[in-house]
């Protein structure tokens, strides 16, 4: 007997509300931090969003991370590579959002600055990483076409990382100012300021690259 393979679960974000997330956390980030490699903050902000604001339990989780990203094809690997393996550890790693049944990253749009000089062809679209875990594919060499991605997950890693983010005040801080900035889509965003070091007082402004469709 056949099995009937089932249809994938449908988006939890819309990209409209996937932007909006993408957008508060890149604009509290922007210039308070390297935006391109901070995907612990983005995997904490986007899991918190997705636990309060949208009832969607969620998860931060560390470890290695493909995507293909032309038919070529291309695949960044945000890992530890070394003599041909692909693991990961505190000198090699990304973070990303895991629900139930999606993995979600809300900071894939900036990807193409997160590899930027480590000798990848082309450059990565902006596009809003949404993807079933039902979609993922079962090995690296089955990476072909734009959008197939696979993950390793790091369970201790993970543990480590998270904890570390915690322990600094800023972060707590950023996180917090995402929490109370943040409204969903298409909800008007009340005015916000955050205070520096130096005791400056910037008002918070949405600064993201803009997305242009999803894998």
Known sequence: MVKKKSASPKLLLTLPEYNRVYEIIYSVLEGRANTPFACMFFSAAGALILNKH???????????FLLCTNPAPS???????EDGMVTSARDGFHMWVQTK?????????IFNESIEGKGYPGSVPRKMFQRPLS??????????????????????????????????AQNVDLLNAVDRWFKKYPKKLDDLSLLNDLGEVHKLTLC???????W
Not at 54 to 64: E, H, N, Q, S
Not at 75 to 81: M, T
């Open 101 to 109: 049944t999606h993995v979600i990253d809300f900071m894939a749009p």
């Open 135 to 168: 979609a993922e594919v079962k090995s690296i060499d089955e990476m072909h076409a734009p959008g197939d991605y696979f993950t390793m997950p790091n369970i201790e890693l993970t543990d480590e990382l998270v904890d570390s983010l915690f322990d600094r």
């Open 54 to 64: 949208y009832k969607i339990p969620a998860r931060a989780v560390a470890g290695a």
């Open 75 to 81: 695949v960044i690997s945000i890992a530890k590579n």
């Open 208 to 214: 993201a690259p803009r997305i242009a469709g999803a």
